[in-house]
Nanobody
Framework: QVQLVESGGGLVQAGGSLRLSCAAS????????MGWFRQAPGKEREFVAA????????YYADSVKGRFTISRENAKITMVLQMNNLKPEDTAVYYC??????????????????WGQGTQVTVSS
């Protein structure tokens, strides 16, 4: 059974930082691209960042470039999203997602096979 479990969300003031983690089990983690998406109330789920299965390539939404960093440790079956200089508009539920086996990272949610339950990030002004 595939499981993706996010952790690290919380409440932070604007300009602060949070570190989200995604622990995976039940899948061939090292051969799947991974991604982070977020969904704010009343809005559609949107792409945040993605990383190739090797960790050599990373992709970011324009809104988070220069502030967020995605990384992974295949030996620990873990992915991390380091979020710095947070803004109130970053407030959302953040989801970890596993891409299709052997496929390069995608920015579209429908291209991902598995999803975590989400973790709330709230940034106060």
């Amino acid at each position: 059974q595939v499981q993706l479990v996010e952790s690290g969300g919380g409440l932070v003031q604007a300009g602060g930082s949070l570190r989200l983690s995604c622990a995976a089990s039940g899948l061939t983690f090292s051969r799947r691209a991974m991604g982070w998406f977020r969904q704010a109330p009343g809005k559609e789920r949107e792409f945040v960042a993605a990383i190739s299965w090797s960790g050599d390539s990373a992709y970011y939404a324009d809104s988070v470039k220069g502030r967020f960093t995605i990384s992974r440790e295949n030996a620990k079956i873990t992915m991390v999203l380091q979020m710095n200089n947070l803004k109130p508009e970053d407030t959302a539920v953040y989801y970890c997602a596993a891409g299709r086996f052997g496929i390069e990272p995608r920015t579209v949610a429908s291209e991902y096979d598995y999803w975590g339950q989400g973790t709330q990030v709230t940034v106060s002004s």
